[in-house]
């Protein structure tokens, strides 16, 4: 049996019932793409299913205002991520649904990888989206590289013919390799319970001990802080627009203390706005004088 006929047959038994894996409606996915880039699994699923509520469709989100996009997307972060999926949809309302991962990728605001994602979960293309979960399972499995890096995609996404079959659910290959990143070859991985063990160019390796497992995550974020803050900028915007979601309008100058409980009059007010302007050129704010709510 080839590696990926393993892999399909552990996945029957194992793989994760998750929503949007029971639809091949391109705009269904696309919401859980976008969903999960920077959202758990879990937490991806309450809002998908209310999300899906109140935008069933396309057009229903192509349709919808800054300020309702914004209030549905409460709770999720990245809130640049709302807009992006209505303007997205607006597109697709104008132009059609893509038939193609290049199609996809001419869409603004859709990258290589979710291109790649919509052509094989929505469309059954023979396509691997290669994320941090592919290239890691993939990077062991066929380069032999227990922790492979983003330059490493080129090289594993060469290997894609070969490795997808063309017959039966071959389109099923890239979820179930999520599902085995998530479960089995996570950072230190469970080697004696992988279905891919005898095909796996580095199990040997982690089998007898040899590799040194990093005690970090080998990602390095360089978020934005600002002077002695405990959090990313990132968290503090997220503030401003649940501040200003809530209580509908606010003043800039009162916004500081809700937002950073040491807030400081003399060292943060600028920060503070800073952080409001930028907000309001990703349209997620709006200021009119000095009274700031979410746009129309
Ligand atoms: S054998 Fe080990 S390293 Fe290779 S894919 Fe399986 S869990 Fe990952």
Same mark, same amino acid.
């Given at each position: 049996? *080839?590696?990926?006929?393993?892999?399909?047959?552990?996945?029957?038994?194992?793989?994760?019932?998750?929503?949007?894996?029971?639809?091949?409606?391109?705009?269904? %996915?696309?919401? !859980?793409?976008?969903?999960?880039?920077?959202?758990?699994?879990?937490?991806?699923?309450?809002?998908?299913?209310?999300?899906?509520?109140? /935008?069933?469709? $396309?057009?229903?989100?192509?349709? #919808?205002?800054?300020?309702?996009?914004?209030?549905? $997307?409460?709770?999720?972060?990245?809130?640049?991520?709302?807009?992006?999926?209505?303007?997205?949809?607006?597109?697709?309302?104008?132009?059609?649904?893509?038939?193609?991962?290049?199609?996809?990728?001419?869409?603004? @605001?859709?990258?290589?990888? *979710?291109?790649?994602?919509?052509?094989?979960?929505?469309?059954?293309?023979?396509?691997?989206?290669?994320?941090?979960?592919?290239?890691?399972?993939?990077?062991?499995?066929?380069?032999?590289?227990?922790?492979?890096?983003?330059?490493?995609?080129?090289?594993? @996404?060469? =290997?894609?013919?070969?490795?997808?079959?063309?017959? @039966? #659910?071959?389109?099923?290959?890239?979820?179930?390799? /999520?599902?085995?990143? *998530?479960?089995?070859?996570?950072?230190?991985?469970?080697?004696?319970?992988?279905?891919?063990?005898?095909?796996?160019? !580095?199990?040997?390796?982690?089998?007898?001990?040899?590799?040194?497992? &990093?005690?970090?995550? %080998? #990602?390095? *974020?360089?978020?934005?802080?600002?002077?002695?803050? &405990?959090?990313?900028?990132?968290?503090?915007?997220?503030?401003?627009?649940?501040?200003?979601?809530?209580?509908?309008? %606010? @003043?800039?100058?009162?916004?500081?203390?809700?937002?950073?409980?040491? /807030?400081?009059?003399?060292?943060?007010?600028? $920060?503070?706005? #800073?952080?409001?302007?930028?907000?309001?050129? =990703?349209?997620?704010?709006?200021?009119?004088?000095?009274?700031?709510?979410?746009?129309?």
């Amino acid at each position: 049996m *080839t590696p990926a006929g393993k892999l399909l047959r552990w996945y029957r038994t194992h793989g994760r019932k998750l929503p949007w894996r029971e639809t091949r409606d391109p705009y269904r %996915i696309l919401v !859980s793409e976008v969903m999960l880039q920077q959202t758990q699994v879990e937490r991806v699923k309450v809002f998908y299913r209310s999300w899906l509520k109140q /935008f069933p469709s $396309w057009k229903t989100l192509a349709e #919808a205002s800054n300020a309702e996009v914004i209030h549905a $997307w409460a709770g999720l972060g990245y809130n640049r991520r709302a807009l992006m999926l209505r303007d997205i949809a607006r597109d697709v309302c104008l132009h059609g649904v893509p038939t193609s991962e290049d199609a996809w990728r001419r869409i603004k @605001g859709i990258g290589p990888y *979710t291109s790649s994602a919509m052509s094989a979960f929505a469309q059954k293309k023979r396509t691997l989206p290669i994320d941090t979960n592919i290239r890691r399972v993939l990077g062991r499995v066929l380069l032999g590289k227990p922790f492979p890096e983003l330059s490493d995609d080129e090289m594993i @996404g060469s =290997h894609a013919d070969s490795f997808i079959p063309r017959r @039966g #659910a071959y389109y099923d290959v890239p979820q179930a390799i /999520f599902d085995l990143a *998530t479960s089995v070859c996570i950072k230190n991985p469970d080697c004696k319970s992988c279905p891919l063990r005898n095909d796996c160019k !580095s199990a040997k390796q982690f089998l007898e001990g040899r590799v040194k497992i &990093p005690k970090r995550s %080998i #990602a390095v *974020t360089h978020e934005r802080k600002h002077r002695n803050k &405990p959090y990313p900028d990132r968290i503090y915007r997220g503030r401003i627009l649940k501040v200003v979601r809530e209580q509908g309008q %606010i @003043g800039i100058r009162e916004l500081g203390p809700l937002v950073d409980p040491n /807030f400081n009059k003399i060292l943060d007010q600028i $920060w503070v706005e #800073a952080m409001v302007g930028r907000l309001i050129t =990703h349209a997620l704010l709006s200021r009119r004088k000095n009274i700031l709510t979410l746009p129309e």
